[in-house]
């Protein structure tokens, strides 16, 4: 494994060396500039500066971050032939499907960043691997918050890239070959959700009678309303409102509108400065992360109604990861231009 990530990590620290991204001497990063002389001066900077070296170290942090969601995924299907639902390492006897199903939705976002913009051959046939056994591994969790996450995820994916014609074809393929190569139990998960047995008081919704589990959530939510009615500005405080199983119906009991404004206002911002980054970011390594994590952002907020995904450790450490790496990138490239811009005596 460490080598894998090893030789993965020279082939994108030579895919952007080609691209013009970054300069190569060795396997170091170097940030170099030539420029014409003129008369009595000229440019010629050479040096390995700190900007260059913390890119370097964010590529390596992305490489541990998908070798790790690679060993989740490789466990997760382990626990295929055991016939119960997937869950992640050191959880003991009862697990929490749900919340593996958000980071694989996750980390599935950030690789179709990296895959859509990264142009070497055998690191995209990697990360293609790796989308594969995310699939298998999202799909055996049976968690339909997960499956409707990868929706969103599909629809971003599709809204931001309808004009290339490969992109749009391969998700048509995805789209209609997913329903065909479902494991029945996966089908039958999501089918009990709307024609499954009636067993009395479940909810219906346009005359459809969802299953026991999704009524009751839908019954906490009802209660969540009532409730901050009596509270509406502040709720009653973190750990101060009864255990409800959706983000957004968690932070407007227990913080209000206060609460709940304040989170859309981080969104918000997370989602202008990433979408910045992905605008004006050059390296297709850059970009591609950028465009990652505006695609998890979608898939964090969609599988946030039915989970509470926005304070699930496993979840968020990716996540925050990700945002901090995108938000950091686009000065590493201005420090690197602003020392490449020191002129030598010819």
């Known amino acids: 494994m460490q080598d894998l990530m ?11 060396v080609v691209a013009g991204d970054v300069p190569l001497e060795g396997h170091d990063l170097v940030v170099r500039r030539v420029e014409p002389r003129q008369p009595g001066k000229g440019r010629l900077v050479r040096q390995r500066g700190i900007a260059g070296e913390h ?24 626990q295929i032939p055991s016939g119960q639902r997937a869950t992640a390492p050191f959880e003991g006897e009862s697990g929490e499907p749900n919340t593996l199903g958000g980071y694989l939705a996750v980390m599935m976002a950030v690789v179709t ?5 990264l142009k070497s051959i055998r690191v995209r046939t990697l ?14 969790t049976l968690s339909r918050s997960s499956y409707l996450a990868v929706t969103g ?28 190569v479902a494991p029945a139990n996966v089908k039958q998960r999501i089918s009990d959700t709307f024609f499954g047995r009636e067993y009395g008081g479940e909810v219906k919704v346009a005359g459809v009678a969802l299953d026991l589990s999704t009524s009751e ?6 209660h969540v309303f009532k409730d901050w009615t009596r509270q509406p500005l502040l709720g009653y405080g973190v750990t101060g409102y009864a255990w409800t199983d959706a983000q957004y119906v968690k932070t407007l009991g227990e913080t209000g509108l206060a609460g709940i404004v304040t989170f859309w206002f981080m969104i918000f911002r997370l989602w202008k400065r990433a979408r910045e980054s992905f605008l004006t970011e050059q ?56 020392d490449a811009d020191a002129q030598v005596p010819a």
Request: hydrophobic residues 60%.
């Open 6 to 16: 090893v030789h993965v990590h020279q082939v994108l620290v030579h895919e952007r």
């Open 283 to 338: 390296d297709r390594f850059c970009k591609g992360l950028a465009h990652g994590f505006l695609l998890g952002i979608v898939t964090a907020l969609v599988h946030a109604i039915g989970a509470n995904t926005f304070i699930i450790i496993r979840i968020m450490e990716p996540f925050w990861l990700c945002a901090g790496l995108v938000m950091l990138l686009p000065t590493l490239e201005g420090k690197a231009e602003s």
């Open 55 to 78: 890119e370097d170290q964010a590529v390596r942090l992305v490489i541990a971050l998908l070798a790790t969601c690679c060993i989740i995924s490789l466990y997760a299907i382990y």
């Open 113 to 117: 960043g990296l895959v859509l913009h």
């Open 153 to 180: 995820l599909f629809l971003a994916v599709f809204l931001t890239q309808w004009q290339r014609r490969g992109v749009v074809m391969l998700l048509l393929v995805a789209m209609i070959a997913v329903p065909l």
């Open 127 to 140: 990360l293609a691997i790796l989308l594969g056994l995310i699939s298998l591994a999202l799909m055996a």
């Open 217 to 222: 959530r839908i019954r906490s939510w009802q």
